[in-house]
C-alpha cells in the first residue's frame, strides 16, 4: 500500500495560479508511472495529466494542455501540477494517482490514490 498527499491546492482568481504537490511519505515514485485527476461536483472524475516514471514523457487532457505542466523532482519523491492561466471550469478537487504499468488516461487502471486537495477559481 502507497499512501499519497497531495497539497497547494486553495482558492485563486481567474488568470492566477496554483502549484499543487503529491508526495508518498517514506517512498519514492521511482517504480510508478504517475497522473493527475480532477472530479468537480456532479461530474465523473477525469484525467488531466500524467508522466511516466522516467520523467522523459508527458501527456495532458485538451482542456489543459498549455496551461498545465507536470512533473516530478529529480529524486522522484514529489509530483508536481503547476497551474497557470486558471479558468472557473478548473475547479474541482484534484488526485494524484501511482500506477505500476505504463501511464494511462483511465483511473481505473492507477493503483494508489491520494486524498485529493480542493481548487477553487473564481470568476
Known amino acids: 500500500q502507497v499512501r499519497m498527499v497531495e497539497s497547494g491546492g486553495g482558492l485563486v482568481q481567474t488568470g492566477g495560479s496554483l502549484r499543487l504537490s503529491c508526495t508518498a511519505p517514506?517512498?519514492?515514485?521511482?517504480?510508478?508511472?504517475m497522473a493527475w485527476f480532477r472530479q468537480a461536483p456532479g461530474k465523473e472524475r477525469e484525467f488531466v495529466a500524467a508522466?511516466?516514471?522516467?520523467?522523459?514523457?508527458?501527456n495532458y487532457a485538451d482542456s489543459v494542455r498549455g496551461r498545465f505542466a507536470i512533473s516530478r523532482d529529480s529524486a522522484r519523491t514529489t509530483l508536481f501540477l503547476q497551474m497557470n492561466s486558471l479558468k472557473p471550469e478548473d475547479t474541482a478537487v484534484y488526485y494524484c494517482?501511482?500506477?505500476?504499468?505504463?501511464?494511462?488516461?483511465?483511473?481505473?487502471?492507477?493503483?494508489?490514490w491520494g486524498q485529493g486537495t480542493q481548487v477553487t477559481v473564481a470568476s
Open positions: 517514506g517512498r519514492t515514485f521511482s517504480s510508478y508511472d
Open positions: 508522466i511516466i516514471r522516467s520523467g522523459s514523457s508527458t
Open positions: 494517482a501511482a500506477r505500476g504499468g505504463l501511464a494511462t488516461e483511465e483511473k481505473h487502471l492507477y493503483d494508489y
